[in-house]
């Protein structure tokens, strides 16, 4: 308004390491979704530099962003992102369309995915004949269909009972325990503190950081 510029995010300077898995809080409006929409490529910042395995990536196309979120990042949500007229199988599928697979390699791929997560005989099954933590699931075997080395989730647990949201969070541990980097976003302390580092975001800016209990 005016001259008035509200900074989304304020003068952050962040580092994650490969493999690495670390937890973004803070309240509504601090900015921890704008800081994983550029993390994950889904939008760019307007100053600054963000590198990804050492390559500057301010400059690309929106192609090549595509590209790299297809090939590097696999993408977790709070509402599971699912297509109610696909079943499972078909959900996961998505992420290998521009892969240039064949139907078969496809399929095979998506189910051996869907069984990794624990749902290996509801491919089948649409998202409203899963229930929740199902649903989570799928999306998770959707993320990793592609072998990204980068899984940013946010709020995955935030739908969940809290049964199927352990579920989850062990499956994110397990996965990070093969090599995947893993960015989470939450609003739940007993959620952040199972990564191995917590950022607090205010305001735009990193108001803190520590080592995860």
């Known amino acids: 308004m005016g001259q008035n510029i509200l900074k989304a995010l304020d003068d952050v300077s ?66 599971f992102n699912l297509l109610p007229r696909l079943n499972a199988l078909e959900n996961v599928e998505l992420s ?54 980068i899984i940013l989730a946010d709020e995955p647990t935030g739908n969940l009972d809290s049964a199927s949201g352990r579920e989850i969070m062990q499956i994110l541990k397990d996965l990070n325990k093969e090599g995947k980097t893993i960015i989470l976003i939450t609003h739940d302390l007993k959620v952040a503190q199972q990564a191995d580092r917590i950022l607090y975001i205010i305001d735009g800016k990193i108001s803190q950081e520590r080592t995860a209990v």
Request: hydrophobic content about 30%; charged content about 25%; glycine content about 10%.
């Open 14 to 79: 962040l580092e994650i390491n490969d493999g690495e898995y670390i937890s973004i809080m803070g309240p509504s409006g601090s900015g921890k979704s704008t800081l994983m929409n550029i993390l994950g490529c889904l939008d760019i910042a307007d100053k600054g530099k963000y590198y990804l395995d050492d390559k500057e990536i301010n400059e690309y196309t929106d192609n090549q962003l595509s590209e790299i979120r297809n090939q590097k990042i696999g993408f977790v949500f709070q509402k």
């Open 96 to 149: 290998l369309v521009y892969r240039k697979m064949d139907a078969k390699s496809r399929a095979k791929t998506a189910q051996e995915y869907l069984e990794k997560v624990g749902l290996k005989n509801w491919g089948a099954h649409k998202p409203n004949e899963l229930s929740g933590g199902q649903q989570q699931r799928v999306a998770i075997a959707r993320a990793l269909a592609g072998n990204p080395q």
